[in-house]
């Protein structure tokens, strides 16, 4: 089944302990990205990866890091975790970072992680 | 500042009723328009992907329109079911539909009462 896997769904853990949320896909993308989603704030972008060994910055990537070393992972790092980074956390792949050149762009969602930094 | 606006915030309906949500933006250069489906808790799935030159997209009971010139959407869903409820999120596409450059919507949050 084609699908993109995100582990931890739920995580507690407190200040300053490094975490790591795995996100893994199945379907061969090429694009791989990360969320944030926050009441009243809507889903704000992390960092987006455009291939392997290929990252950048999206809206909000202050205190996150990622790699890219495979096709299939892009895990999402927070090396020392702070309270307003509590939130539901998404990973998403495609086919293609473009619209209409060579695949239909559509973003796959992870089911979504919910990480509580006390 | 690219944006997208989504109206209303909330709404309440009854199953079997029709309803439309709206999404405006000021996102330039435009690519495409997607609408996502969000299940609370869950992931968003997509519903439709319109590029420039599509004005109407169906999918099932949704219906979406896009008018580039005065940069609207709608989503229109047609006889509303209990599993209709969810957040509907608009997401727009910029400088050659890179999704480096995706701006998203806050989101209208339906739900359909019996």
């Known amino acids: 089944e084609a699908q993109v896997t995100q582990n931890p769904r739920y995580l507690i853990t407190v200040t300053g302990k490094k975490l790591t949320v795995t996100c893994s896909q199945n379907m061969n993308h090429e694009y791989m990205s990360w969320y944030r989603q926050d009441p009243g704030l809507g889903l704000r972008q992390i960092y987006y990866s455009m291939n392997v060994e290929v990252t950048d910055k999206g809206d909000v990537p202050e205190g996150y890091k990622v790699s890219r070393k495979e096709k299939r992972n892009f895990p999402l790092i927070l090396e020392s975790p702070s309270p307003n980074q509590t939130s539901l956390y998404f990973c998403a792949s495609s086919l293609s970072a473009t619209a209409g050149q060579g695949g239909t762009g559509e973003l796959f969602f992870g089911e979504g992680s919910r990480l509580t930094v006390l | ?65 896009l008018d580039a010139d005065t940069k ?42 019996p």
């Open chain 2, 1 to 65: 500042k690219n944006q997208v606006e989504q109206s209303p915030q909330s709404l309440i309906i009854l199953e079997g009723k029709n309803c439309t949500l709206q999404c405006n933006y000021t996102v330039s250069p435009f690519s495409n328009l997607r609408w996502y489906k969000q299940d609370t808790g869950r992931g968003p799935v997509s519903l439709t992907i319109m590029t420039f030159s599509e004005n109407t997209k169906s999918n099932g009971r949704y219906t979406a329109t």
């Open chain 2, 72 to 113: 609207q959407s709608s989503l229109h869903i047609t006889a509303s079911q209990l599993s209709d409820s969810a957040s509907y999120i608009c997401v727009v596409s910029a400088s050659g539909g890179s999704q480096g450059n995706l701006i998203f919507g806050k989101g209208t949050k339906l739900s359909v009462k």
